[in-house]
């Protein structure tokens, strides 16, 4: 991804990555890391998301088919391509 960023003159500007799982059909998106080597991140998910799975997890984010976000926010999963957008557009707005 950085080096996306530097072709595409958008240094520092990728806040998620939206993949498919290894276990099909679920996607997941992950945080951005602020560099290559290190665990921080740009912009981590919402921190009342994290350390919550399935439908706890969709009934507070509002999202359905919310699958987890690890307790530190880095990394999250969710059933459908769809959720996993909807979980980075509502994380950009916390």
């Known amino acids: 991804m950085f080096e996306l960023e530097e072709e595409h003159g958008i240094p520092g500007?990728?806040?998620y990555i939206?993949?498919?799982?290894s276990?099909?059909?679920?996607y997941r998106i992950q945080a951005m890391p602020i560099?290559?080597?290190?665990?921080?991140?740009?912009?981590p998910l919402p921190e009342a998301?994290?350390?919550r799975r399935d439908d706890e997890?969709?009934?507070i984010s509002g999202i359905?088919?919310?699958i987890f976000v690890h307790a530190a926010g880095f990394i999250g999963g969710n059933k459908s391509f769809e959720g996993?957008?909807?979980m980075a557009k509502e994380a950009l707005d916390t």
């Open 35 to 43: 560099s290559v080597d290190s665990f921080n991140n740009r912009k």
């Open 64 to 66: 359905p088919g919310c």
């Open 49 to 51: 998301w994290r350390g």
């Open 84 to 86: 996993a957008l909807r």
């Open 23 to 26: 276990t099909p059909p679920a």
């Open 57 to 59: 997890l969709s009934a």
């Open 13 to 15: 500007k990728i806040l």
């Open 18 to 21: 939206l993949y498919p799982d």
